[in-house]
Structures are given as C-alpha cells and as structure tokens.
C-alpha cells in the first residue's frame, strides 16, 4: 500500500471527478483540444550553428583517418537540409569532386523504403503484418521450419529481422541483380534457422529480399517501380534511382576498395529482383527529403496528412518492435561519462533510447564500395546523414557520435509537453482546496477514493500542519506538463 502523499505532491492524486462518474472520463479533453507538444526554445537553431564547425572538424578528421576517397554529410532540421558539406572525390580518376548532388548508393538504408511500402500497403488494406508470407510467396510454402511448434514465418516477422534466418552479411551484399527465379530457387531448396520465427533479432537481408517480393506480388508493380511512384517521387526524390546505369558516369559515386596505398574501384552491382535489401543510389539533397518526412511524423497532432504515408504509421516504423542489443558501457561524446543504451529494430530502422531518455532512430549501410548512415532524434527534430564511396566505409559511429553531440553540447530539449485547458485549471484549484477543502470544489475534482484512502478531516489537519511555517498560499509556479494531462512528481 502507498503512503498518502505530501502536501508538495497532493496535485498529483487530485483527480478530476464529478459525482457518480468515473474520473478519467471527466479528464478527457474537448474533441479538438489536445495541443500537441512543441519546442519552447527560441534559441536551439543558433546553439546548432554554432556547433557546426566541430562537426565539420570531426568529418574531416574521419575523412583523413580512415582515407575515404569522398565523403558527404549533412544535418536536417525543421524540415530542411540545414547544413551539408563534402570532401573529396565522387570518381578519383577523373577528380570530380563529391558534393550534395552526387549519387551514392545507400545499401541498407534502402531496407526502411521496403518497410514503408509494405506499412503504405497495409494501411491501403491490401495486406496484414501479421499474415503468413508464404500466403504471398508459394516457394515458402513447403519451408520447414526449426522446430514443430515454430510459428508460422510472417510479414513482421520480415520486417522486424526477427525470422530466425541467421545474419547473412556479406553474401546479402552482392545478391542486388539476383532474379526472382534464383530466389526461389534458393528458399525451395531449404532455409538455415539460427532460433524459431519471433524469438531473437538477427539481421537477415534474405528477409527483406522476400519483402521485396511481398511489395511485387500485392502491388503487381515490381517493388523498385512501386517505391519510386509511391514514395519516393511524392516525397521529390527525383534524383534517387535503383539502377546505376541510369546516372551519368561523370555524376555517379565510383565506390573503391583499398588495396595497399591505393584506391581500387569496385565493380557496380547492377539493380534486380534482390534489390529491396540495399539497391537504392541517392543524394544527399534527396535523402535529406526522406529524413525531414520521418522527422515531420512527431508529434502526433491534428492537421492534414500529407506524405505518402500516414504520420502514425510512420511512427509505427520507428517504434521498437524486437530487442536487438544492449551498451551497457556507452558514454557520452567526451568518451568518458557512462550513458548507457538499449537498442530494438523496428520496421526498416534501428531504435535506440539512452540513460538521458533521448531516443534515436536511423540504419546504417554497406556495400563493396560504399558506406553510409542516419540518424535522427525524433523527439529533438534533429538528424545526421553521411554518405562515402569506400567500401564499408566506417562513418557509422561518428554519425552517431554527430547527432549526440549536437543534441548534448547545443543542449537541444525535447519538445515540451502542453498542458491541456483541464490541467491548467486543476493546478491552480488544488491550491484553492489545500486552504478552504471547500466541499463543493473537493468533490468537483478529487477522484473518487481520495477521501476514501484518507478521510477530508484528518486531510485538513494534514494540510494545516504543513502550512503552518509557510503561511497563506498567494501566488501558484508555472506548470510544468509531463503531457497534457499530468504534472510530473516533485
């Protein structure tokens, strides 16, 4: 049984009721009214800018350490590309100097445009997460799974990278061009288990091949048609294509490989039926469009819905879905204060929350000749994108390293929290009730069992004890929401 609270915390069980009637029904606001939680602070963007120069300085010292041939990032906040820079070349032979326009293949970062498009076909009733795979794909219909009591291998499981297939990095790598066909070919001939469907998280591009496939055979478009008419040019990514032949050569990023002091260009995987897993090429002023639109889904509110995809399923797909790792020993960015984390995948995205309770969100990729990431704190409207053409080129912990040291050193907040019109109100009437305990207001707004759990008189004893020393309450602090209809614990 909980102690009665103190006089300090008495807000907090002060529940709006009304006799005879439940009090949570009592607190819902007006249709109409939730005002969603918004940034408060006026000065975030110039605390960004003005840590703008180390994070060119932390690129470029990336860009020299590792011996990246180029390299482009950008920062995206409020709806915009606000900051990009490049270094080096997009094609060392003929030096042509990478930039914001260049084409870079993204690899794995394509697999959240599969998981947007199957979301987009879900919420268009044309299929269910939940639905067997094999219900779309006949070739998984004789697959024998690891155990007999195994669950039948279903869309989320796909998309959640919880099949039990085993991590197939870097076979998946180079299955872009591989035709439906083949694919079939490989899954009749029977599928290695590492746990039975829906146990563990394992990263499994074989996976989201076979959405790739769900996406062709629900849409009757071939997935690569149905993303780009779909999403990505509702979204104005014009420049973001799934065949390398269709990019002029002087424009393309030439991804290389080292070998001893020299860079190697890699052989470019042409587009196929195994490109759902990583076969996207893109700007970075397109990305950044892609970014903005994950960004835009927070918070929830009224108002229209305009991308391609609902805000609330875009949500859905940076949610945590499966556990997939844990950091007891992470730090902040100065390497040394623990900040501890615990990282889920979602749909296409990795999640992950910090000791601080900042979540982040984004997915990285690989591929012969390329490297790449985002990431972005949906909850601080702040992203981090890097694109090189090195051959799993490591940008992958310095942008992460990016974005939490602009959300830590430029002090970004989380928007806060608004208070509805049913708070506000409450929170000055429970100043009033803690000097009259007037009858009429106490019923009006307490729950149901407050004088059950503590009688009114030994309340008002209570309550004139502790105001003795203080004397007469004058004046009420500003209220500080957790959401719209809580004033968090002091």
């Known amino acids: 049984m909980k102690r009665p609270r103190s006089i300090a915390t008495t807000a907090l069980v002060l529940m709006l009721a009304a006799t005879g009637a439940p009090a949570f029904a009592q607190l819902a606001p007006a249709a109409g009214s939730f005002v969603p939680p918004a940034f408060a602070d006026a000065g975030r963007a110039a605390r960004v800018s003005a840590l703008l120069p180390e994070i060119d300085a932390m690129y470029a010292d990336l860009a020299k350490k590792e011996r990246l041939p180029g390299l482009v990032y950008g920062v995206v906040m409020d709806g915009r590309l606000a900051h990009v820079r490049s270094i080096g070349f997009s094609n060392v032979e003929r030096k042509t100097p990478a930039g914001a326009t260049t084409p870079f293949r993204i690899a794995s970062m394509t697999k959240s445009f599969a998981a947007m498009a199957v979301l987009q076909l879900r919420d268009r009733g044309k299929l269910r997460l939940d639905d067997a795979a094999a219900d779309y794909l006949p070739e998984l219909r004789t697959l024998r799974l690891p155990t007999a009591d195994s669950p039948p291998l279903t869309l989320r499981h796909l998309l959640t990278m919880s099949t039990g297939l085993p991590e197939d990095n870097p076979w998946g790598d180079r299955q872009m061009a591989v035709d439906n066909e083949a694919i079939a070919r490989i899954v009749g001939a029977g599928l290695s288990f590492s746990n039975a469907p829906g146990m563990e998280y394992e990263y499994s591009n074989l996976g989201y091949i076979l959405l790739g496939k769900v996406i062709t055979k629900v849409s009757g478009l071939r997935f690569q048609d149905y993303i780009t008419q779909n999403i990505l040019r509702p979204l104005g ?144 409207g702040i992203g981090v994108i890097a694109f090189t053409n090195l051959r799993y080129g490591q940008v992958y912990g310095p942008t992460s390293k990016a974005l939490n040291l602009l959300v830590e050193k430029a002090k970004l907040p989380a928007r806060a929290a608004m208070p509805s019109a049913v708070l506000a109100q409450r929170h000055k009437q429970v100043a009033e009730l803690l000097q009259s305990w007037d009858q009429p207001l106490g019923a009006a707004i307490v729950a149901e069992n407050f004088f059950m759990d503590r009688s009114r008189e030994d309340w008002i004893v209570h309550a004139r004890e502790k105001l003795a020393p203080i004397g007469r309450i004058k004046s009420v602090g500003p209220l500080r929401a957790e959401n719209q209809l809580r004033e968090p614990s002091r």
């Open 237 to 380: 990514m014009k420049n973001t294509v799934w065949e390398f032949d269709e990019v002029p050569r002087e424009r393309f990023a030439q991804g290389y490989r080292r070998d001893r002091d020299n860079w190697v260009a890699e052989p470019v995987l042409h587009d196929g039926d195994g490109a759902a897993m990583g076969g996207l090429i893109t700007t970075m002023d397109d990305f950044a469009r892609y970014v903005a639109f994950h960004l835009d889904a927070w918070p929830a509110r009224d108002g229209l819905e305009a991308g391609p995809l609902r805000r609330a399923s875009v949500r859905e797909m940076q949610q945590p879905h499966m556990f997939a790792s844990m950091a007891p020993k992470a730090t902040l960015t100065d390497d040394k204060t623990p900040n501890p984390k615990v990282g889920f995948y979602g749909y296409g995205l990795h999640w992950a929350r910090d000791s601080r309770n900042v979540v982040t969100v984004g997915h990285a990729g690989g591929l012969p000749g390329y490297g790449s990431q985002y990431r972005f704190a949906p909850d601080h």
